[in-house]
């Protein structure tokens, strides 16, 4: 079964960090971008993040931009999201998402989601 | 930067009515890259159409994407009752992914 388990959400301060992983399953995940898409508490989808099946390319949103550190390690079929510099703003579910192949960039995959909640 | 805005907000329907939805770019893009996710509660996206008008593995036929341009609309052509959820259009362009506001498909 083709499957994205993320981790590694909790509550932090602000200004505090935290590191986000998500394990793949089910397919060849050095062959796959991903990417992490977050959504505040009852609002829409945010994109955070991508980095291409290889790591030589990641993107950034300009919200995160210089804060937030995304890798990933194909030894460990693991994808990571650090998290620095945390603000009230950041507090949201963070899911991974797979690019799909072929399908023009579009995540065809999507982890269940962790929960970061930043607050003092 | 590009920005999606979808209309309506919120459409309320009733189960075999037909659904249009729209997602209108701030500037021309390519449709290619324009794809639609539906959302329920409590669960993670799912992806519906991609290329503005391919339907994702394992999507019925009642539900199409048309567009181009600025302007692209998914449509379900008879609803289902599992089909009520957030709706969001997404484009990828000039390194970056956005995403629509969304639209909640409610049952009248």
């Known amino acids: 079964e083709v499957q994205l388990v993320e981790s590694g959400g909790g509550l932090v ?3 505090g960090s935290l590191r986000l992983s998500c394990v793949a399953s ?6 796959h971008s991903m990417n992490w898409v977050r959504q505040a508490p009852g609002k829409g989808l945010e994109w955070v993040s991508y980095i291409s099946s290889g790591g030589s390319t990641i993107y950034y949103a300009d919200s995160v931009k210089g804060r ?7 030894a460990k079929n693991s994808l990571y ?3 620095n ?8 579910v963070y899911y991974c998402a797979r690019v799909g192949t072929g399908i023009r960039n579009a995540m065809d995959v999507w982890g269940q989601g962790t929960t970061v909640t930043v607050s003092s | 930067e590009i920005v999606l805005t979808q209309s309506p907000g919120t459409l309320s329907l009733s189960p075999g009515e037909r659904a ?17 996710y539906q959302q329920k509660p409590g669960q993670a996206p799912r992806l519906v159409i991609f290329g503005a008008s391919s339907r994702a593995t394992g999507i019925p036929d009642r539900f199409s ?3 181009s341009g600025t302007d692209f609309t998914l449509t379900i052509s008879r609803l289902e009752p599992e089909d009520f959820a957030v709706y969001y259009c ?8 956005t995403f629509g506001q969304g639209t909640r498909l409610e049952i009248e």
């Open chain 2, 90 to 97: 997404q484009h990828y362009g000039s390194s970056l992914f």
């Open chain 1, 13 to 15: 301060q602000p200004g």
């Open chain 1, 26 to 31: 089910g397919f060849t995940f050095s062959s």
């Open chain 1, 68 to 74: 937030f550190t995304m890798s990933r390690d194909s």
């Open chain 1, 81 to 83: 999201l650090q998290m």
């Open chain 2, 65 to 67: 994407g048309s567009g």
């Open chain 2, 20 to 36: 249009t939805l729209s997602c209108r770019a701030s500037q021309s893009v390519n449709s290619n890259y324009l794809v639609w």
């Open chain 1, 85 to 92: 510099s945390l603000r009230d703003e950041d507090t949201a």
